[in-house]
C-alpha cells in the first residue's frame, strides 16, 4: 500500500477583507464577494515566503508521520513564489528539518498545479521503490496586480505530504493527469505581476482540464461521483470549484469540508493541497477522497484518495487547517496589505 | 563574506543545534570550540527545544535601517524549556501592551533579512505567542 503516511498544513495569520480592496479601487464589494464568492484572503507576513510555509507545513507533517527525517529520499516543493529565481527552495526547506543531505531535491512550477506535482512525483518515486519516503509540498505567497481580480483571491499558504508505504493514512489508488497548451495565465520573466485572459481562463482552461481529468480519473477508477465522502478540486475563487463538482455530478456535501477559498482566498500551488489537509484533518476510515488540481498553462492532476484506520491516530497530532484559518487572525487595512506585499516604491 | 558566514550559522539558525560539552555536559548555543567550564573541545550536537518563555523583551520603535520598515517590534530574551536562553524577535504580536514576562512562546522558521536587493535572503528562528 503506498500513500500518504503525514500531512499537515500551514497558513499565515495575516487577513485583508475582499471589502477592504474593493473600497480601495471604488468597486462594488457585495457585486465581488457575491460574484467570486470570496470573504477574505490570507496575508504572508513580512517575514514570511513560500519557504517558511513549506517548512511549518512540512513540520506539521512529521509531527503526524512521527519518522525519521532522515529517511526521507526526496523533497519537492511547487511553487509560483520561489524566493530566488535561481536557487532551489528545497535546499532551504531540508536544513531547516533536519533531512538530507542525501536526499534528491527540487523547485516545480506550474502555475497552481505545481504542488499536486510535487505530490505525484514524490508518490510515484516511492511506488517505483526507489525510497522510503518522499515528501511534496504546494505552497505560495502568490501575486495579484493592484486592483485586478487577482488581488481578492491571491493568497498565501501550503500544506506538505510525505509518501511511504508503512503506516498509510491515505493510500492512492488512481491518479490521472490532463494536460494541454493554453495560455490562459502566465507571468514573464521579470514581471512583478500575472496576466490573464479573462473569461478565456474559465471553459477553455479550468474547466476543460480539471473535467478531463476528473472524467479519466472516474473511468480509470471505474466509479462514480456518489463513491466518494469528499471531493477538493483546485480553488482560483469560490465559484469555479462548485460550478465543476456540479457538472461532474457531485453534491455540495461531498465538496464543503475542502472547499475553504472563500475565507483562505486561492494558495494557487497551496490550493487543492491544503483542501486536501482540511479533509484529512476530519476524515474517517475507509472514506473515499476525490482530488484534481489545476494550473495554468495548462493542466490538472488528479489523485483518488482511500483513507485508512491509521488516520485517526495521527489527526491530532498537530494543528488542523481550520486550526490556522478561523483562529487569531489579524486583519490588515489596504495600506498595510500594500506594505506587506512590497508593492510601495521604497528609496534603497 | 555574509554567504559565508550564514553558511556556517545554518545549524543553529535554522535547526536550534548547539553543542554539548562530552565531559561536563555544558551545553553552548551557539555552538562554541571550547567548553567555558572545562576547557574540553569535544562537543556532541543536541537539538534545543523549540518552546519556551519570556524573560525579558523591549519594543523597537526605530529600527536599525534593514529593519526600520518593520517597526513597530518586540525582541526577547526567550528561556527555553530545557533552560537555554537565547534572544529572538517575537513575531507577530498585535498590541504589545500585553506582552507579559512569563509569557509561553514557541521558536518558528522565519525570514529574518535580506543581504540588499540582490543577495541572498536569510532565515533563521523567531518568537511567536504559544
Redesign the interface.
Given at each position: 500500500m503506498i500513500g500518504i503516511v503525514g500531512f499537515g498544513a500551514y497558513l499565515p495569520r495575516y487577513r485583508i477583507k475582499a471589502e477592504t480592496i474593493a473600497k480601495q479601487w471604488g468597486m462594488d464589494a457585495n457585486a465581488i464577494i457575491r460574484g467570486l464568492q470570496l470573504n477574505e484572503k490570507t496575508v504572508p507576513g513580512q517575514d514570511e515566503d513560500t519557504i517558511t510555509i513549506s517548512v511549518a507545513a512540512a513540520k506539521n507533517a512529521l509531527l503526524r508521520a512521527q519518522i525519521d527525517p532522515q529517511d526521507i529520499g526526496a523533497l519537492y516543493i511547487g511553487s509560483e513564489s520561489h524566493p530566488y529565481a535561481v536557487k532551489p527552495s528545497g535546499t532551504i526547506v531540508i536544513d531547516a528539518l533536519g533531512v538530507g543531505p542525501h536526499v534528491h531535491v527540487a523547485s516545480y512550477e506550474f502555475a497552481c498545479k505545481a504542488g499536486s506535482e510535487a505530490m505525484y512525483v514524490a508518490y510515484s518515486l516511492v511506488k517505483a521503490g526507489e525510497m522510503k519516503y518522499a515528501m511534496g509540498i504546494g505552497a505560495d505567497t502568490s501575486q495579484g496586480a493592484p486592483g485586478d481580480a487577482l488581488e481578492y483571491s491571491a493568497s498565501a499558504g501550503g500544506a506538505a505530504f510525505i509518501m511511504g508505504s508503512e503506516k498509510v493514512v491515505a493510500e492512492i489508488l488512481f491518479t490521472h493527469s490532463y494536460t494541454s497548451d493554453t495560455p490562459d495565465f502566465w507571468r514573464r520573466e521579470g514581471e512583478d505581476y500575472p496576466r490573464h485572459g479573462g473569461r478565456f481562463t474559465g471553459d477553455p482552461a479550468y474547466f476543460k482540464h480539471v473535467m478531463g481529468a476528473a472524467n479519466a480519473l472516474l473511468e480509470k477508477s471505474k466509479m462514480k461521483p456518489s463513491d466518494f465522502k469528499y471531493a477538493v478540486f483546485h480553488m482560483p475563487n469560490g465559484k469555479f470549484p462548485q460550478e465543476v463538482g456540479k457538472r461532474l455530478g457531485f453534491t455540495k456535501e461531498q465538496l464543503e469540508v475542502g472547499w475553504i477559498v472563500p475565507w483562505m482566498g486561492n494558495t494557487y500551488s497551496g490550493s487543492s493541497p491544503t483542501g486536501l489537509a482540511a479533509i484529512l484533518d476530519v476524515a474517517k476510515p475507509d472514506d473515499m477522497i476525490f482530488m484534481v488540481s489545476f494550473g495554468s498553462g495548462a493542466g490538472s492532476d488528479g489523485f483518488i484518495f482511500k483513507v485508512t484506520k491509521e488516520i485517526t491516530k495521527v489527526q491530532n497530532r498537530a494543528p488542523k487547517l481550520k486550526d490556522y484559518l478561523d483562529k487569531d487572525k489579524i486583519y490588515l487595512d489596504y495600506g498595510e496589505y500594500a506594505k506587506f506585499r512590497k508593492k510601495i516604491k521604497l528609496n534603497e | 563574506m555574509i554567504t559565508a558566514r550564514y553558511h556556517r550559522e545554518?545549524?543553529q539558525r535554522?535547526?536550534l543545534e548547539a553543542g554539548k560539552c562530552t565531559k561536563c555536559g555544558y551545553v553552548a548555543f551557539p555552538p562554541r570550540l571550547v567548553c567555558p567550564k572545562c576547557n574540553t573541545k569535544k562537543f556532541k550536537p543536541i537539538?534545543l527545544k523549540d518552546e519556551g518563555k519570556i524573560i525579558t523583551y523591549t519594543v523597537i520603535r526605530v529600527g536599525p535601517d534593514k529593519f526600520s520598515?518593520?517597526t513597530p517590534y518586540a525582541i526577547g530574551i526567550i528561556e527555553l524549556n530545557d533552560k537555554l536562553r537565547l534572544t529572538a524577535q517575537i513575531?507577530?504580536v498585535?498590541d504589545f501592551d500585553k506582552l507579559k514576562i512569563g509569557q509561553k512562546v514557541k521558536l518558528?522558521?522565519?525570514?529574518?533579512q535580506d543581504d540588499g536587493?540582490a543577495g541572498i535572503?536569510m532565515?533563521g528562528y523567531?518568537a511567536v505567542l504559544a
Open positions: - | 545554518v545549524p535554522y535547526r537539538v520598515k518593520e513575531a507577530g498585535v518558528v522558521f522565519r525570514k529574518i536587493k535572503h532565515y523567531k
